[in-house]
């Protein structure tokens, strides 16, 4: 069993910057392939960003790509995602998930454990 605590979501002004940490229980952090999602009232949850097991590779949503940097400390078994440029139709809820496939599916169905959510909201 995994636990996954989100934090540092907020209200920000469009162009603004936040960093989200997604802070995990398990000793064996290192080999989850962990992701971020999000979503916006009304719509599902979709994929954000990814990062690989033990760290490393990369990807990102179309719609985040340039302006988010997802990273990891399996040290502190936390991951990161620093987000810039900061647009209105970024506001949603922040999840973090942990995948013990290491996989690196976009899709939230594959995905063993999840945090409760940050609310991240970005104001025009």
């Known amino acids: 069993q995994v636990q996954l605590v989100e934090s540092g979501g907020g209200l920000v002004q469009a162009g603004g910057s936040l960093t989200l940490s997604c802070a995990a229980s398990?000793?064996?952090?290192?080999?989850?392939?962990m992701s971020w999602f999000r979503q916006a009232p009304g719509k599902e949850r979709l994929f954000v960003a990814h990062?690989?097991?033990?760290?490393?590779?990369?990807y990102y949503a179309d719609s985040v790509k340039g302006r988010f940097s997802i990273s990891r400390d399996n040290a502190k078994n936390t991951m990161y995602l620093q987000m810039n440029s900061l647009k209105p139709e970024d506001t949603a809820v922040y999840y973090c998930?942990?995948?013990?496939?290491?996989?690196?599916?976009?899709?939230?169905?594959?995905?063993?454990?999840w945090g409760q959510g940050t609310q991240v909201t970005v104001s025009s």
């Open positions: 990062i690989q097991r033990p760290g490393g590779r990369t």
């Open positions: 998930a942990a995948d013990h496939s290491g996989a690196g599916s976009k899709w939230r169905g594959d995905y063993d454990y």
């Open positions: 398990a000793r064996t952090f290192s080999s989850y392939g």
